[in-house]
């Protein structure tokens, strides 16, 4: 067996009503609480209330910063973090999706360390502890939760940028699968094609590794048998929690492994376009496992076993692309790039910016040229 590195020092609490916790998981942490949300859905489902009331009941000072936007800017993660100093925080909540999560790690590590948050581009650029992160997701999907990534949107540049580091994996991750119940069918489906990608890029990785790959099949399986009844009928509190589930279980899988090519590929229409970035992943996913499949047939064998299909072990490319292509369809997500309103004339301009992604180009287990990024882009429009 191949040896292996396994990282994850956050506290995992998984469960309904977990969430009623989060002022006394917090109250461990710290005294003066800032409050990372979005600005709509944490409100109007209730969660942001529940949280506030839960932080003031153990004793917790809070202030509210709800100004993340879906795809956080530098400039939001900069304005949180000044609000942070000026109060004196000493620990962050973050409450909502992958970007207020993401949000709150930025602003954990610029309230501690100072600096501007391009300063940690990249990884290992942080050396030292920041302030502790309490995440609460509302979705099931980006894992943040319990990763040591954030991914945040660069205007000058127009691109995505992400920080890696593992002083930035939340100290506590508090999973209530009630809070997953308000989502829409569409970001539903979005978010949990992202944790399936996250599941299918993690154990495609040339990182991958032994623990890690059974989280991936696990959560491979679990998306594949569940999402569908989970998008149909959002109140159904069994689907919601099996999603969330997976979606953590994927997040402790790229925490490993780190994504690869389809996350590449998958940033820039984002950025551009303001695609939800499960969006963007599931509409490339199956020509990225295409160009990917040849490197590796046993991997994708065992991919197709995890999403339910049996046959011959030489044709797991292709078995887990249709699979994949049919949970797509029962989730009722859009399967090209030119149904989500993107212009052919800005496919070269993604090429060249899946180049600049070079962890994730490093990850993949076959190397891509800008002519063959630029070909999945075309092959998926
Ligand atoms: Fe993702």
């Known amino acids: 067996m191949r040896s292996f590195h396994f990282l994850l020092p956050t506290e995992v609490s998984f469960g309904e009503g977990s969430i009623t916790r989060v002022g006394q998981e917090t109250s461990r942490l710290g005294r003066r609480a800032l409050v990372v949300t979005g600005r709509k859905s944490s409100k ?3 969660a942001l209330d529940t949280v506030v009331g839960s932080l003031k009941k153990a004793g ?13 800017s530098v400039e939001t993660v900069e304005l949180g973090s000044s609000v942070a100093r000026k109060m004196g ?6 409450l909502g999706g992958g970007s207020p999560m993401d949000a709150a790690k930025g602003m954990a590590v610029l309230a501690r360390l100072g600096g501007s948050l391009g300063d940690y581009f990249g990884s290992a650029r942080i050396t030292s502890p920041v302030l502790p992160v309490v995440a609460v997701p509302t979705t099931a999907g980006t894992g943040s939760e319990v990763t040591p990534y954030a991914v945040f949107v660069d205007s000058h540049k127009g691109m995505k940028k992400s920080v890696a580091s593992p002083y930035i994996f939340p100290r506590v991750a508090l999973l209530d699968p009630r809070l997953t119940i308000s989502m829409p069918p569409d970001v539903t489906a979005n978010t949990g094609i992202d944790a399936l990608s996250h599941a299918v890029e993690g154990f495609i990785s040339t990182k991958a590794q032994p623990a890690s790959d059974i989280l991936a099949l696990e959560a491979v399986g679990i998306i594949h048998g569940h999402l569908p009844q989970a998008v149909a009928h959002g109140d159904d509190i069994e689907a919601r929690t099996k999603v969330l589930y997976a979606s953590m279980l994927a ?5 490993q492994t780190g994504t690869t090519l389809l996350h590449g590929v998958g940033y820039a229409p984002t950025t551009k376009y303001g695609i939800p970035h499960g969006l963007s992943n599931g509409v490339l996913m199956p020509k990225v496992m295409a160009f990917n499949g040849s490197a590796d047939q046993e991997r994708f064998a065992r991919l197709a076993v995890a999403l339910g299909q049996r046959g011959d072990a030489t044709r797991g490319t292709k078995l887990a692309i249709d699979a994949i292509e049919r949970l797509r369809d029962e989730v009722k997500m859009p399967t090209r790039l030119r149904d989500l309103g993107i212009q052919e004339k800005d496919l070269e301009e993604f090429a060249r910016q899946t180049m600049e992604h070079t962890r994730n180009l490093a990850n993949n287990i076959r190397q891509v040229s800008w002519e063959e990024a630029l070909q999945i882009y075309r092959d998926s429009y």
């Open 44 to 46: 109007r489902s209730g």
């Open 89 to 94: 925080c000493d620990v962050i909540v973050g």
């Open 251 to 255: 997040g402790m899988v790229i925490a």
């Open 60 to 72: 917790v000072t809070l202030e509210v910063f709800d100004q993340v936007e879906e795809n956080p």
